[in-house]
């Protein structure tokens, strides 16, 4: 098992149509991720790829299929699951030109921790739920309203802060 992000292309021809598959368990990079949810580093992630030459350079495309760990926003819990994410970079041939943000080939090898990471961030949700309904946690005491949906403060009286709006939409009416 090859773990590494780096790919050797020397087996590859540089004539335009030329492909070959690629598949490979790697080890995740570091912070492959944003705050709420992520890929442990480490932690396998499945690459099916395809490399094609390109004209300019070597076509990757494919997907990648990692777990994911993070949590939920509205209830802070846990929340692990298995996505696919599309990978398509172009990876430029040395003394091509192309702006500053491209990836090249070095070496007849090609990094794809580039191209995964901005597979994985771009598709990662914002604002991650344990499941679209969720019930979030109870503003008052901080209990978790989908472990008890029936749960309620009704006896629990307002917090004073509210009262000055209270008698803010009072006098508007």
């Known amino acids: 098992m090859n773990t590494s992000l780096l790919v050797g292309i020397h087996e590859l021809p540089r004539r335009a149509g030329e492909h070959k598959q690629l598949h490979r368990i790697c080890d995740a990079p570091p912070d492959l991720g944003v705050e709420m949810i992520g890929v442990r580093t480490g932690d396998p992630v499945n690459l099916d790829l395809t490399l094609q030459s390109a004209g300019e350079g070597v076509w990757v495309t494919g997907t990648a299929v990692a777990e994911l760990h993070g949590h939920c926003v509205r209830c802070l819990s846990d929340i692990t699951y298995s996505d ?21 080939v070095v070496n007849d090898e090609i990094d794809l921790d580039p191209a995964l990471r901005a597979a994985v961030i771009l598709e990662l949700p914002i604002n991650p739920l344990c499941t679209p309904d969720c019930l979030g946690l109870c503003p008052i005491c901080g209990l978790n309203l989908n472990e008890s949906p029936e749960h309620s403060h009704t006896d629990t009286p307002p917090d004073d802060r ?3 709006l209270k008698s803010d939409l009072n006098l508007n009416q």
């Open 84 to 104: 696919s994410f599309n990978i398509a970079e172009l990876y430029y041939y040395p003394g091509r030109e192309a702006d500053e943000e491209a990836n090249y």
């Open 162 to 164: 509210w009262e000055r």
